[in-house]
């Protein structure tokens, strides 16, 4: 037993000898959708503003958005939104009481995955048939 | 220690009470059937021009529905990020700088979006 100062006690929990879990590997991710989000809205910000400023600012922004960097991001972007979507009513169902046993967390969690998949390609194969 | 007033009243140390935790997921919910409908409304308007994005925008459903969209966004987004800083920015200065410019810079991205929005709205 250490009188006074920090006593050194392990730390944890200690993520580097975890085996990946799909319940924290899901958590992270809803974190990391989110902050991803969060700056990705900069750009429906700016894609705003530039439809508010006129046709000729709009052409730059749009121009930007259908090449090749802004088509990256905004799959990216759709990936993240979809994730953080159905996660995030993964999580009001938990907040609700619904689904905290072991059974019905990894369905959810696959089932989070899942629609993930399904919404991205839904959304995508709808946005490049419909689109010009 | 605690009163019994103060315990009764739910409120914390920080004078709150639930309201972060509660805002969070009332803007989560009004968020799920706003981006669905920005989402399908953004795949019907793939690849349209400005005049299409205009005259979208120009009609009141859409534009109610888009002011609404951003405001909770941005209130929702502003409520993640602060706890993610909490989480794992532990010099208090540094923190409560950053919490400062989170907040300020939330409210001026959406109060730019929804003037984008409202200028769309009533005609440029």
Sequence with gaps: ?132 | MQSNLGRVRGMGSAKEGVSHWWMQRLTAIALVPLLLWFVISIIAHAGAGHAAVVAWMGQPVPAILAVLLVAAGYYHAQLGMQVVIEDYVHNEGVKFAILIGLKLLTVLLGVASVFAILKLAFGA
């Excluded at chain 1, 900069?42 to 052409?59: C, E, K, V």
């Excluded at chain 1, 939104?81 to 609700?96: E, P, Q, S, T, V």
């Excluded at chain 1, 046993?101 to 419909?130: D, F, K, S």
Aim: proline fraction near 4%; avoid cysteine; charge should be positive.
């Design chain 1, 1 to 132: 037993m250490q009188t006074g100062g920090k006593a050194a006690r392990p730390l944890s929990p200690h993520l580097q000898i975890y085996r990946p879990q799909i319940t924290s590997i899901l958590s992270i991710l809803h974190r990391i959708t989110g902050i991803a989000l969060s700056v990705g809205t900069l750009m429906l910000t700016w894609w705003l503003l530039a439809a508010a400023a006129g046709p000729d600012y709009f052409a730059t922004a749009h121009g930007f958005i259908t090449s090749w960097f802004g088509w990256l991001l905004l799959f990216g972007w759709s990936v993240a939104l979809f994730y953080h979507l159905a996660n995030g009513i993964r999580h009001l169902a938990w907040d609700a009481g619904w689904g905290f046993e072991i059974p019905q967390v990894y369905t959810t969690g696959y089932a989070v995955l899942a629609a993930t998949a399904i919404l991205t390609a839904i959304a995508w194969i709808a946005g490049l048939t419909m689109g010009g």
